[in-house]
């Protein structure tokens, strides 16, 4: 029987017969996964409350890595405050675009919003290239995390350990804030019904701006946890815009735990799904994308649009 | 699409009253000069306009002045395509130079094909280019992916390894690549197998399931032709699961022991990788090199250079030695003079092989090591395995 599969595809052959392997790529999936959930779940929250599909968030991710290279190599700076510093310096930005662009759109037609976020891609890409050049750069993993760590059943990189270990914290976080402060609940109100909310008196402004802010600097610190395997390079940002979208549309756009549970099953469909389909790596995510849209047009943890417009 | 009309009737009217004349070599450049391929590109187009200039500067060719016409090719075959044919229709090009990337390479040349005018490729390496696509109009000063296979198996006979795995970029070049290298493995290391075949996307961000596939495989060499970020990569997620220190070597392709890897990577380049490059900003084993690696650098500002300059120097000069040997422009006429013609370049004498109309481009192979003087790995000791099968 094993030898029939093996014919078929060794890679399936191992994992059946090696768990060790088996564990490693249950690995590589979570990583993997949990780094593009921070980065998701920005875009995600974005689109939740603003109702905005920021094509733009990429671009953040990509300036986040950027950032973190700036600092953490050229000004020598620890890893950690690198990554504060990334996310910090996303923010910034955000406020900036919310407060001068994107605040003329939110009662315009989806395309000017593609327009505009698009533009954005350009214009940023660009700028990007005027301040850190055409060159890729490479960020060093930080000194503790750079080897691996015996978990037993295997030894596995500690840097992407770390990434299966705070995703869950920032879901936790974003889940907490959501749902147990005050500003979550307006948030939650304003993505209900934003006339009925600046009516009680509620600043509605300032939610916006301040959900856009935090979206970014999540793009912005994804990208810079990101760096130390994924070198900042112009156009760095291009796949993983796509990835992102898969994983918000198959988790449903605007929900929290289904960027989570999109951003792992991306995880485990990619990872393996090259193991047992060397040469068909890219399809797997998109049947993951095309069956659930056909199942469940609103993604899994999505709620249907109620009525028309 | 008013503005594209009236800017194509002002083009028009501009080439009519610049009069594209006789008097004008119109040289067309296709490189990727924005997006992920600007890394290359940039450089490229330095080296390109840098020979432009020289051979203005000294009088022209035969009295006339060179004039590039440059357009991006944003890495995408596609775009490449439509540029050439602008550029042949248009611009009225007497040439194209440059091409980055298999796939815009094979595009751009069948364009070429068509339109019944010269292509020099620079920088492509696909095997097809001058194999199973050739046609009278194509020319490479490139290396190809044969050359770089056979030179790939020769160190991998060396490095006294076994059982390879491969791992290539899922695209023309690696495919050719891998396919060079096995062929090479044939001639020169028949006892050696290869266990592992990985073909990761171009561009791909993740690459723990190929690395975790390697280290299950048993090697004891790794072949690759993972080239630029995608190397860089590859690299920083291999280098904790300490993949580069259990194997005697990893053999690579794609240029990965040049300046602008190795200078980028500094410290986190990894261990016992033997890899190859067109140029060495710090090697001037070849006459005349130290000249133009410090007017490169005059024009960088800065004392290391890329390797990308040489390449898209090199394609300026065949074509302009052509238009002297031949006297014109005329297409037909600079095919037979670029047939079997010889040149010294900054790096080592070329011949254009008449039948493929291939140059004999080796390369320089070696050790990536920590040497004095250096801030980053250098290659040492340098050889340079010419361009031959045997």
Redesign the interface.
Known sequence: MIDLIRDLSPGLATLLTNPQFAFIQLMNSISQGMNLFIIAAGLSLIFGVLKVINFAHGVFYMFGAYVMYSVSQEFGAPFWLGALAAAGALGLIALLIERTLFRQIYEAEHLMQLLLTFAIVLIMGDVAKIIWGTDQYSVSYPASMSGATDLGVTFYPTYRLMLCLIGPVILILLYWFAERTRWGRMTRAATQDREMLAALGVNVPVIYTSVFVIGSMLAGFGGALASPFSSPVPGMDATLIVDCFVIVIVGGLGSLWGSFVGALLYGLVFNFGSVIFPNAQDIFAFMLLLIVLLIRPWGLFGKPEAGGH | MKRIIFSAVASTALLAASGVSAQEIRVGALYPTS?????YG?PAMEGHNMAVEEINAAGGINGRMLVTVARDTKLNPATAASAAKEMITKDKVDVIIGGLSSAVGLAVSEVARQEGVIYIATIPKTIQLTTTKLHPYVFRTASHTDFEGDAMAQLVKQSGGTKVCDIQP?YAYGHDLAAGLKAGLARHAPEVKVVAD????L????Y???I??IM?AGCDVVTSGLW??NF??FA??A????LFNQIKAYISGGEVASH??AG?????YPPNVISNTYELWYDHSVPGHQEFQEKVAARSGTKETAMWPVLAYIGVQFYAEAVRKSGGTNSDANVKALEGMTLMTPVGERTINPADHQANTGQFWGPMVKREGFAYKVMHPVTYIPAEIK
């Not at chain 2, 990985?198 to 996307?201: A, F, Q, T, W």
């Not at chain 2, 561009?203 to 993740?206: L, Q, R």
């Not at chain 2, 280098?239 to 300490?242: A, D, K, L, V």
């Open positions: 997006g992920g391929g600007a890394i940039g899922d990985l073909r990761p996307k561009g791909a961000t993740d723990n399931v190929f975790t596939q299950g630029g970020s860089v990569n920083q997620q280098s904790p699961f300490g602008e890897i980028k990577m500094g410290d986190d």
